[in-house]
């Protein structure tokens, strides 16, 4: 639709507003609610002020999955490459990443999963992006001297691991999760973390351990 035929009066909204609503939507309800007429009736703004943001339906698509893959294979990629002291410090940033939404939009990650099942072309960008963040973590075990299977099967059972969490939708409390942690971090590293490296973990996550039994 030309820009030209469309009314010059009332709020068309921006891209990121059109962009947040269908991201809710594909959250909350799965992809096939993702429709323009849905989204006109979730902002309560015309159809025709779509668009002004965007070419047609695909366009918006592409930009969720772009969306996606900035909200958590960045993220997780910049956890792998994060300054550490030692290995399990390492590690410990790659687990924090998945704890903060910030760093890895975990409910988005579920529904471009879902979404993957009945889209071949979104199943390829998953493919590429899994390759990507495995790679991420494969450097990261290389820089902390693994090496051929021993570095792959490493890298492999980290982010299993932690899409397991995803796909399942695990649901811990924080205490029991935190609890596994420094399990979790020497079954992947072959090292305990440091109480120091717990500790300063906590304090990133905001995370009071239970001293009552202490």
Known sequence: MEKSSLPETGWRGSRDVWLDAAHGLLVETGIESVTIQSLSKRLKIARTSFYWHFEDRQSLLTALADRWAARTTAGLIAACKAFAET?????????????DSKAFDSGLEFAIRSWAQSDPQIMQR???????????????????DHAGIDAETRARTVY?????????RVNEAAAIRMARIPSYVQIYTGVFPAAREIARFHAQHNFVPDQSSA
């Open 87 to 99: 290995k399990s410090e390492a590690m410990l940033n790659v687990i924090g990443c998945f704890l």
């Open 160 to 168: 299993l691991t932690q899409i397991g969490y995803i796909s399942m």
């Open 126 to 144: 998953l493919h590429r992006e899994d390759s990507l963040r495995l790679d991420g973590l494969l450097q990261l075990f290389h820089r902390w």
